[in-house]
Structure formats: C-alpha cells, structure tokens
C-alpha cells in the first residue's frame, strides 16, 4: 500500500478468517490475546481485527480489509502511518546502533523542541511510556513538596502506575472494575478522586486534607471521551494549587502536541509545575518525558534525592522518531487538523438529526467523541449514562463499512494529517448509511 497511489477498497465483508484465528492463537500465549486490554474489543464485543500494516490514515487487516483508521495507535500518528521523515530518521539512526545506555546529543535536541514550545518547561526528563512519565512525576512531586496525598479527577487515565489506577476511565471504566486488584490500599488511600470539572468539590478537598502533594489531570480528558475542560475551570484550579503550595501536574500524553503545537498549556494558557507527554513525541516507538520548572527537576537523580532511571530511556530510534514527528508539526499542520476535526463534528451532527438519533459530539483539535445522548457530557458520571448500545451497533456497522473507530465508547477518535477529503467523504457516507440502520 502507498499513499495516494492506490485505489482504496472499503468494501468489507463480516468475515475476519484470518483475524479469529490469530485471535484464537494469540489467546493461548498472551492473556486475552492482546499486550492492552482495550485491544480486545470487550467494550464493544467481537473480534479485534489483525493489522497487517498501515499507510497515511488506512489501516489493512490480515484479511484484506481496509479502514479509515480514527485510532492512530491511540494518538501518536497524528502525521499518519508511515510517514516518509519518520521511517527515514528510523532507518538511518538504526544504522549507528539501536542503544547505548550513554548519553547522545539526539536527546538534548528533543529536550529543546519540547522545552521550546512550552515556556514553562525549562527542563525534561525522557522515559519510555506515559505511565513512567506519570509514576515519575508523581514521585517528584512528593519529594519536592514533601507531601503524599495526590488528587485525580474521576475517569481520568494517567497510566497504571499503583497511585493512578483507582477511578480510571477507559479500559478499567469497560471492564466495569474500579481500579484494579493488586493495587495496595494504603497506597490508594493516598489517593483521593473528584468529579471532573467541579470546582467546588476540589475546594472541599483543599480543605479537607493538608497533605496534598499533587493535583493531577488530564487538560481535556480523552479517556472517558473527549470532554473538554469547563470555562474557567483550569484557570481556577491553577489559582486553587499556587494558594496552597500544591503543584499542578498537567498530563498531556494524549493532548501534547496534538490539540495546540504547545499543547493543551498553551491552548488554554495554563502553566504546569510538571507536565507529562507521551504518543505524539515518540512518533510510534516507545517514548515519553515529564518536565516543568528548573527548581523542581533539579531535584531528579543524579542532582537530587528523587530517584528515577532508565535502561533504554532516550532510545536513539525513539528520539529520532519523535523529534522527526515535531518537526513537521507546523502551523499549517495543526489548521488543518483543526479544520478536518470541526468538519467531521458538524457533518455527523447533521447525519445524526436527519436519522433523528440523539447524540452529541465534543472534540478539540485532533480528538473528538460522538456520545448517544441528549447532551454533551461533562463528566465521568454523565459518560456512563450515554446510550452504550448504541454505540456499540454504531462501532460495528462503521467497521463494516471500512471505517475503525476507536473499540470503546469511552475513548476519543482521533484525527490526524493524513486523513483527506477522499477518506472523510468516505467516513460520512458509511456513517449515514450506518445511522440509518440504528
Ligand atoms: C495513554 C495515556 C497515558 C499512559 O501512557 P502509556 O504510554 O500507555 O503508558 C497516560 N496519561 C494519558 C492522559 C494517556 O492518554
């Protein structure tokens, strides 16, 4: 398959012979076939497809199926699949070795993209995955402050780090576990969680506990959907933490680099004391960084006591692929993304009303959700009331039509560079056909 050169084929048919075996295989060696819950479709039942590879925005199956493909390895591949820089910069840097456990100046240069585009972040740390950004900064954020207690907001995801797992959105929401076993109780006593965008109920926390540490959250949450911050409500929390000497811990593996070229801090004007990234800067291979303001880092071994470290952290091919990535991030880049995102909400909106199917949409620039529901929700409890049925009818009959939404209705779709006016028409005319059917 090659971009632009090939005529796609959306023309599925339900039979995934060659996926349900390799399901069935899978299965036995791997628990529940897949190396990530969410990939084994329990949200929305069925059986995953098999990717045998991907170009631009169109994923083909192990049976000759081809997708528009709205999941984009859950955020990274807002360039596409495939991209030419990024394959190239992977390829040359292999090369000259795939790790040396030993400083490359590959890694100051992605150091300085990050740091340049967020003027609160004047120095970073690069680890492997979001959950080693989020476990890491937490740690930071206790040694710094001195204090234990952490807050979350409810159905935020921040990986699955001990302190992070309880009220989780997205796959633990599917698996309809709150949080996970295994995970100490007096660790998650440390943690204490609030409802999305409710002022007041930070507040009575604040006064409640004199122990808080960290606040952390997702700017526009993604893992229960996309639901964005409420007016005000960041801004006010920022106010809220500088008050009481707590720190703001922005999570932006899913929204850095994808709603704003400085990330959902600079789209919203709000400064971090520690943010995490993750997906969009490793460009598809594993990596990720926290950072925020110099007197915080400074405090990370080997010039603090705040321990953390990492074998293949700063990855020549994961530094190559993600610096690759923000180059090409450009002005141009996110106004198109932007523009491409708006159209796919407003034209759905429009098939949904002509179908007279309640739903709601909500998005920002890169991401966006269609929830079954009279109104757009704002929070976690308001999610789970969506009609997930439907949903589920809507995601299959999508998949039928050649169209690979994201396999929960508690995940964002996401919109990337390659996803071009031949593929969106596509995209709009299975949603009618799907719509009309529900
Ligand atoms: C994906 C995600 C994580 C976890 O990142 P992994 O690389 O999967 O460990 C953390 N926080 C947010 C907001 C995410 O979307």
């Known amino acids: ?66 997708y528009v493909d709205f999941v984009g390895s859950w955020g990274p591949m807002i360039l596409g699949h495939a991209n030419k820089k990024v394959i190239a910069a992977i390829t040359e840097t292999a090369q000259l070795g795939t790790s040396f456990g030993a400083p490359t100046d590959r890694e100051t240069y992605l150091a300085d993209l990050i740091c340049d585009r967020h003027p609160h972040i004047d120095m970073v740390r690069l680890v492997n995955s979001g959950t080693e950004a989020t476990m890491s900064a937490i740690r930071l954020a206790r040694g710094f402050t001195g204090k234990e207690r952490l807050i979350k907001c409810d159905g935020h995801y921040h990986g699955h ?39 007041a109920a930070m507040e009575s926390v604040f006064k409640t506990y004199d122990d808080i540490a960290a606040v952390i959250i997702e700017p526009v949450a ?55 990234f993750g997906k969009i800067i490793g460009g598809g291979l594993p990596l990720a960084a926290y950072g925020g303001r110099r007197e915080i880092m400074q405090k990370l071994a080997p010039l603090g006591p705040v321990y953390q470290a990492g074998t293949l952290s700063g990855n020549p091919l994961a530094v190559a692929a993600g610096a690759a990535t923000v180059e090409q991030l450009t002005d141009d880049v996110y106004k198109k993304v932007d523009e491409t995102t708006l159209h796919i909400i407003k034209e759905l909106q429009k098939l949904t009303a002509k179908h007279n199917i309640p739903a709601a949409f909500t998005g920002v620039c890169g991401m966006f959700s269609i929830f079954f529901a009279d109104k757009a929700p704002t929070n976690f409890a308001e999610v789970k009331k969506t009609d997930v049925e439907r949903f589920k009818k809507f995601f299959h009959g999508m998949l039928e039509e050649g169209v690979y939404l994201a396999p929960s209705p508690f995940e964002a779709c996401f919109v990337s560079y390659a996803h071009d006016d031949s593929l969106i028409e596509h995209t709009l005319s299975a949603a009618d056909s799907v719509l009309a059917g529900l």
């Open 161 to 199: 780090g001990d302190s992070l797992l309880v009220a989780a959105g997205s796959g633990a929401a599917s698996a309809g576990i709150p949080g996970s076993a295994g995970v100490p109780k007096a660790l998650a006593e440390l943690t204490t969680v609030v409802p999305w965008n409710d002022m």
């Open 1 to 66: 398959m090659s971009q632009h050169q090939v005529q796609y084929d959306f023309s599925n048919v339900s039979r995934h012979v060659h996926s349900e075996q390799m399901f069935e295989r899978a299965k036995a060696l791997i628990p529940g076939g897949v190396n990530s819950p969410v990939r084994a479709f329990n949200a929305v039942g069925g059986t995953p497809i098999f990717i045998a590879g991907a170009d631009g925005a169109v994923l083909q199956d192990m049976d000759g199926h081809q």
């Open 222 to 276: 993604g893992n229960m959907g996309c639901v964005p911050p409420a007016e005000g409500y960041l801004q006010a929390l920022r106010k809220l933490c500088t008050a009481h000497g707590v720190l703001l811990i922005i999570d932006e593996v899913m929204t850095g680099f994808r709603v704003h070229k400085g990330s959902a801090q600079t789209l919203y004007g709000i400064e971090p004391d520690i943010a995490c």
